[in-house]
């Protein structure tokens, strides 16, 4: 059996070392069983509303995982590229049950999403006014600005006025402009703040600006408040209130409804809520090193299968599965790329580690294997799914030879 670990997936060393043993080392683990607690208390959550969830699959595009989202109760797919378009596709979804919302888009993406009949979320004028060029009088969505952003880095914060993202409230009258002269029916209004908030303060203050902008057009059948909500990857903190978010909508919501006589459709995108915690990064030390007085303690990993802590900052809690009741010492976890910033956790307490022994990266399954590279010619790691004490293999350990492939041959 697993340990329950504050909610959080982490297998026992028996059950690590059989992983291994068949599929190497690193390795992400995945235990679908907290996929489904996470969906069903998202979903129970927000079921005072009329609400439809769609994952974001950016956070984690594995084939095997997504099924467990729609298997979870999940209704669509948040997609923000073509080829995730045509994934969601693929694993039976409609296209009404994908959102597309693209951040700058060529005409060609525009026309791919149009010409399957997925719904386009434009987060810019140019974005609207192509749409319109293209699909004149078809159902069409906005992302606005809300100028107000939160999230865990600068880095993963969108919402605010100097961020790249969305149409701002200053260019409403063009956006009616644009739906007029294409016969557009805008049904749709939406926002995302960020990655990663913890508090519902910001997260209300883009719910009333949607609703605001929402009451200047007619046609509005449902209003979007993205993802990003928070992880807690440290395990001294709680899971968030997610109940204090549905407080947040049901205010603005009611006054909505109000003003247009019906009942909007409410939509949110989360993403790494539903997957981050189901899933390990298992890794083995192969390399202790005193200097500087820090204990570097290194692994055959790196940011190339988990990226957040070097590209984010981001905290992620590290176990010794080998030794999880030995003395503890103060360590820095690092990896195997010739990087500086190749940091998995700058200081965390660990059983003695020794060479050789299993550690557990917790909370990878957002945005971890999603954003995996080939950097240093490293092959792409295996991924399987555990259920109890079957072991599945849901991505293949890749080859030098599949890394180099799609090389012209110089000779």
């Known amino acids: 059996m697993a340990i329950n670990f504050l909610d959080m997936y982490i297998p026992t060393l028996d059950q690590a070392q059989k992983i291994i043993k068949q599929y190497g080392s690193p390795v992400y683990a995945t235990d679908p069983a907290y996929i489904r607690q996470k969906s069903e208390r998202f979903l129970q959550a927000f079921s005072r509303f009329n609400t439809k969830i769609f994952y974001a699959i950016k956070a984690n595009y594995n084939p095997h995982i997504v099924k467990k989202v729609k298997e979870s109760g999940i209704y669509g797919i948040d997609a923000v590229s073509p080829n995730e378009i045509r994934l969601a596709l693929e694993l039976g979804y409609k296209a009404e049950q994908i959102i597309y919302t693209p951040s700058n888009p060529s005409d060609e993406e525009i026309q791919y999403a149009g010409e399957k009949g997925v719904l386009q979320n434009l987060g810019s004028l140019s974005e609207l006014e192509r749409f319109g060029e293209r699909f004149p009088g078809q159902a069409v969505s906005i992302r606005i600005c809300p100028e107000v952003g939160e999230g865990e880095s600068e880095k993963v914060t969108t919402g605010q006025t100097e961020s790249k993202f969305g149409i701002p409230l200053s ?9 007029e002269k294409y016969k557009l029916k805008l049904i749709g209004i939406h926002s995302h703040i960020g990655s990663g908030f913890y508090g519902a303060y910001a997260f209300r203050t883009s719910i009333e600006a949607v609703c605001k902008v929402a009451k200047n057009f007619d046609s509005i059948e449902f209003l979007d408040f993205g993802g990003g909500f928070g992880v807690p990857y440290h395990p001294e903190k709680p899971e968030i209130d997610l109940e204090q978010f ?8 009611h006054d909505f409804n109000q003003f247009t006589g019906r009942e909007v459709e409410v939509r949110l995108e989360p993403g790494k809520f539903l997957v981050g915690r189901s899933t390990v990064l298992l890794t083995t030390v192969t390399t202790l090193k005193e200097k500087g007085g820090v204990t570097f303690v290194g692994t055959d990993s790196g940011f190339h299968n ?9 905290y992620h809690h590290v176990v010794n599965l080998s030794k999880p009741h030995a003395p ?5 976890v690092v990896g195997n790329v010739c990087e500086t910033c190749d940091i998995f956790n700058k200081g965390i307490e660990l059983g003695m580690p020794e060479e050789g022994d299993v550690l557990a990266i917790l909370v990878a ?3 971890g294997a999603a954003m995996s590279s080939n950097y240093n010619i490293r092959e792409y790691i295996a991924e399987v799914m555990v259920e109890e004490d079957a072991i599945q293999l849901i991505r293949k350990k890749q080859t030098y030879e599949q890394v180099m492939e799609d090389f012209i041959s110089p000779y």
């Open 171 to 179: 260019d409403l009258e063009a956006v009616k402009t644009i739906t």
């Open 246 to 253: 549905a407080e947040a909508i049901e205010g603005p919501i």
């Open 306 to 314: 988990l990226i957040r802590p070097a590209m984010y900052d981001a």
């Open 328 to 332: 503890k010492k103060l360590v820095q």
């Open 365 to 367: 399954g957002g945005y």
